[in-house]
C-alpha cells in the first residue's frame, strides 16, 4: 500500500528500503515521521521508551510530549519549515510506556523528495538530571550566600528578612505558599507554631483581617492534629503529595485554597527542634530529593532561630534582675505613689511603647486588685481583676516572659 505524504507518493517497499537503510546506520532510537505521525522505527524505541513499532504507528507524536514541552517543540517544528532548513536539534520529554517521563535529544533531516522526516533520538535522562541537578545546587548554595549576606547586613533577622527567605524558597522549589516558623511551647509544655513569615493567602473577610492584624506578629497555629502538627509532633519531615488522603491531615477551613501537595521540614539546633519549614502544592508533588535539596538552608535557619531563642532567653533573664531591683525600691518607697512611677519609668524605659498595669496582691490568693496607672489609650488591655490562676509569674513566683 502506498504511502501519500506532501503530494509524493512512496511505496511501501520504497518506504522499506529508506527506513533499513537508515536503521543500519544508526545506533539510536530512528525513525520516519510525516509530520506528526510516526511510520517507521527501528527497535531501540521499544528497548528505550517500551513501545513498539505498531503502538508508535497508532499514535499521534504530539500525545507522548509533555505538556510543557509542546509549545517549544511547535516552533521548532514550525522554524524548520519556515526557513526551509533541512535538519534540526530539539531537546523534549516523552512519555515512556511505563508512564515515566524520559528526555530525548532529537535530530532530524528532512529528505527533500518525500519531505518525510528522518529522526535519530538520544535518551539523555541521565545527562539532562545531573545537569538539573547541578543547576538546583548551585541555586541552593547562591541562596544560602545570600541569606547569610542579608543576615550579616542587617545584623540579625527582621520580619522582611524572613519574607525574603520564604519568597526565595518558594522560588526555588516552584512551590505556590508556604511558611517558616518557629516553636514555642504552652503552659503544659505542648509545642505549637508561631510564623516568622507566611504567605498570604487569605480566602474570606475574616482571614483577610486576622492575617492582616497577625502576619507582622506571627501567627500561632497550635492543632498538632495536622500536617504540620505532624512535624511538631515528631520532630522529622512530613511529605504528603495526597493531602486530602492522608490520615495526619485535619483538613482544611471552609473556602481555603486547595491543597494539592506538602512538605513540612523540621528546623533543629543542638538541643531539638526550634522551628519548622512548610510548603505547598508544588505541580511535581515533593520528595525525599526536595529534602536533601532543602537540608542547608533549613541547618541554617536552626542556627538563626536558636540564637534567637537565646536571646530571649538572656533578655528575660535581665528583665527578671532589673524588675526585682526596682521591687526592692518599691518596697523600701515610703509613698506607693512614687513607687508606682518608678515601676512605670523603668519598664518604659526597657520596652518603650509598652503598656503596663499594676498590681497589688490580696491575702485572698483567689484574685488580685489592680492599681490603675495606665495610659488611656490602653485601658482596654488590662482586666480589672486577675485571677492568680493566669498569672503565670504569681504560680511560678518568677517572672515570665510571653
Known amino acids: 500500500m502506498p504511502v501519500r505524504t506532501n503530494a509524493v507518493t512512496v511505496s511501501e517497499s520504497e518506504l522499506d528500503r529508506l527506513a533499513e537503510d537508515f536503521f543500519s546506520q544508526s545506533a539510536d532510537m530512528a525513525g520516519l515521521l510525516d509530520g506528526e505521525r510516526f511510520l517507521r522505527g527501528n527497535a531501540r524505541w521499544q528497548e528505550v521508551l517500551g513501545w513498539s513499532e505498531e503502538e508508535l504507528k497508532a499514535k499521534n507524536m504530539n500525545e507522548m510530549i509533555h505538556e510543557d514541552d509542546l509549545e517549544a517543540t511547535g516552533e521548532a ?24 517521563w524520559h528526555w530525548l535529544a532529537w535530530n532530524s533531516v528532512l529528505d527533500p523528495e518525500t519531505n518525510l522526516a528522518f529522526v535519530t533520538v538520544r535518551d539523555v ?14 541555586a541552593t548554595v547562591s541562596l544560602l550566600s545570600e541569606i547569610q549576606h ?16 520564604l519568597g526565595e524558597l ?8 508556604g511558611f517558616i516558623g518557629r516553636v514555642e511551647h504552652d503552659e503544659e509544655g505542648a509545642p505549637y507554631l508561631v510564623t516568622q513569615a507566611v504567605t498570604d493567602i487569605a480566602w474570606n473577610e475574616w482571614s483577610r483581617k486576622f ?38 491531615s485535619g ?41 536533601s535539596r532543602l537540608q542547608p538552608i533549613a541547618d541554617a535557619l536552626g542556627q538563626v532561630l536558636d540564637t534567637a531563642a537565646t536571646r530571649r532567653h538572656n533578655e528575660a533573664i535581665r528583665i527578671e ?33 509598652s ?28 482586666p480589672t481583676e486577675l485571677h492568680r490562676a493566669s498569672c503565670l509569674a504569681l504560680e511560678q513566683g518568677a517572672a515570665h516572659l510571653s
Request: some cysteine; aromatic content about 8%; overall charge negative.
Open 77 to 100: 517544528i514550525s522554524k524548520l519549515h519556515e526557513t526551509g532548513a533541512t535538519s534540526f536539534a530539539h531537546t523534549n520529554r516523552c512519555l515512556a510506556r511505563d508512564g515515566s
Open 125 to 138: 535522562t541521565k545527562e539532562q538530571t545531573i545537569r538539573a541537578e547541578r543547576e538546583e545546587l548551585l
Open 150 to 165: 542579608r543576615y550579616i547586613a542587617e545584623e540579625g533577622t527582621s520580619r522582611s528578612w524572613w519574607d525574603f527567605v
Open 170 to 177: 518558594l522560588s526555588l522549589t516552584s512551590a505556590e505558599f
Open 211 to 248: 492575617y492582616d492584624e497577625f502576619a507582622a506578629t506571627g501567627i500561632e497555629f497550635r492543632n498538632l492534629k495536622s500536617l504540620f502538627g505532624a512535624t511538631l509532633s515528631s520532630g522529622e519531615a512530613v511529605i504528603a503529595n495526597e493531602p486530602a488522603a492522608d490520615a495526619r
Open 251 to 291: 483538613g482544611l477551613p471552609e473556602g481555603h485554597p486547595p491543597l494539592n501537595s506538602y512538605l513540612g521540614i523540621p528546623l533543629k539546633s543542638v538541643d531539638g527542634m526550634v522551628g519548622m519549614i512548610g510548603l505547598a502544592n508544588r505541580s511535581t508533588g515533593f520528595d525525599e530529593s526536595t529534602i
Open 321 to 353: 534582675r532589673d524588675l526585682s531591683t526596682d521591687a526592692l525600691s518599691i518596697s523600701r518607697s515610703p509613698k506607693l505613689a512614687e513607687a508606682l512611677e518608678l515601676t512605670s519609668a523603668t519598664i518604659a524605659e526597657l520596652h518603650p511603647g
Open 355 to 382: 503598656a503596663s498595669a499594676f498590681y497589688i496582691s490580696h491575702r485572698d490568693p483567689a484574685q488580685l486588685a489592680r492599681m490603675d496607672i495606665r495610659d488611656d489609650a490602653n485601658r482596654a488591655d488590662f
